[in-house]
Every structure is written in structure tokens, then in C-alpha cells.
Nanobody, 117 residues
Framework: QVQLVETGGGLVQPGGSLRLSCAASVRLFVFNAMGWYRQAPGKQRELVAD???????RYADSVKGRFTISSDNAKRTVYLQMNSLKPEDTAVYYCNAALQGADVNYWGQGTQVTVSS
């Protein structure tokens, strides 16, 4: 059974940094892609960044130049380094993994990120 566990959220001041981690219970090569989504109160869940098995990455326009997604296959972990955080980055951040060869997506439980002074 696939499990994704996110850690690293918290409260940070504007301009600060956080690093989110998503640890998978299986090797990352079973996924086509892994990514980070976020959902703010009253808003739809949106893609923040994702990384494919071929290491291609893409970012939402709102986070380009500030956030970096990366993966460590040995640790079965995907990271989201978030710099220059803004209040509008406040949301619950979810890890997502798309299984290869099947239309199946897995989600983590979410981790709260709050950017406030």
C-alpha cells in the first residue's frame, strides 16, 4: 500500500523559508510524477510544482523563482524548498503521486503552511 507522509510545515514570517518533505512508502520509480499541491481556505486545490520520473519540473507562475522541487530516490522523498514566502502562500500543502501504468493518484494528509507576521 502506498503512503505519502508530509512534514515541514509551520508558521513563518513573510520573506522566510520552509522546506517540505514528502516521504513515500515505496520506491519513487513506480510513479510517473510526484508533486505538491496547495489549498487555501475557500479556494480550489492548485498545483504548486511537480517533477516527473525523467526529472522534468514545472511550477505554478506564482511560485516560479521562489520554490524548488527536488527528489531523492535513495530516501524515497520529494522536497519543496520554499523561499521568499508571502502571506498568499498560506495554505495546506499536499503531496501527490501518480502511479505509472494506471490512472491512480495518491495523496498525503497535508501539512499547514502559514505565512504571517
Amino acid at each position: 500500500q502506498v503512503q505519502l507522509v508530509e512534514t515541514g510545515g509551520g508558521l513563518v514570517q513573510p520573506g522566510g523559508s520552509l522546506r517540505l518533505s514528502c516521504a513515500a512508502s515505496v520506491r519513487l520509480f513506480v510513479f510517473n510524477a510526484m508533486g505538491w499541491y496547495r489549498q487555501a481556505p475557500g479556494k480550489q486545490r492548485e498545483l504548486v510544482a511537480d517533477i516527473t520520473s525523467g526529472s522534468s519540473v514545472r511550477y505554478a507562475d506564482s511560485v516560479k523563482g521562489r520554490f524548488t522541487i527536488s527528489s531523492d530516490n535513495a530516501k524515497r522523498t520529494v522536497y519543496l524548498q520554499m523561499n521568499s514566502l508571502k502571506p498568499e502562500d498560506t495554505a495546506v500543502y499536499y503531496c501527490n503521486a501518480a502511479l505509472q501504468g494506471a490512472d491512480v493518484n495518491y495523496w498525503g494528509q497535508g501539512t499547514q503552511v502559514t505565512v504571517s507576521s
